[in-house]
């Protein structure tokens, strides 16, 4: 019995380790560095509304880095057939988390929507699951998702 229950812990534990966490593709998290950079002023700035992002296809690339200029980003961003996913900033200003207007992207477009944040990095899921991917920081000139060292 107690074998059992030590099993059946493993196995709860396991799934759980593996429980779908969603990730972004090698080239697209290289990318959030760029992003990152790109993004800083409205990271130090409280004033700035801008957000910056890009989008990224079937075969793991991302697009170029644009620039909103304005807050209404997640409310225009252009998706092709072959677009996975959506990457975009907030401003230090906004809440880091996925706003209802991401996750109603993420569920219309059926791809994942990136937010990441001065320290955050959060996902809205085509589901309509909000979840928190990992803290981040700035160091020297590199991005550093999570306890990456
Ligand atoms: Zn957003």
Redesign the pocket.
Known sequence: MRKSLWLLCIIAFSVNVFAEKPSLPPHVEAALTALYASASVSFVNPNTYF?WGFIYNTDGNPSPIESSHDNE??ERVLIYPNTAGIV?T?PRR?DPR??P??VNIAKAAHVPNW?LSESELWVALPDGKVKKIADVSWCGSQLKIGNEK
Do not use: G, T
Request: net charge negative.
């Open positions: 957000e980003m997640h975009h907030h906004a996925p706003s207007a991401d937010v």
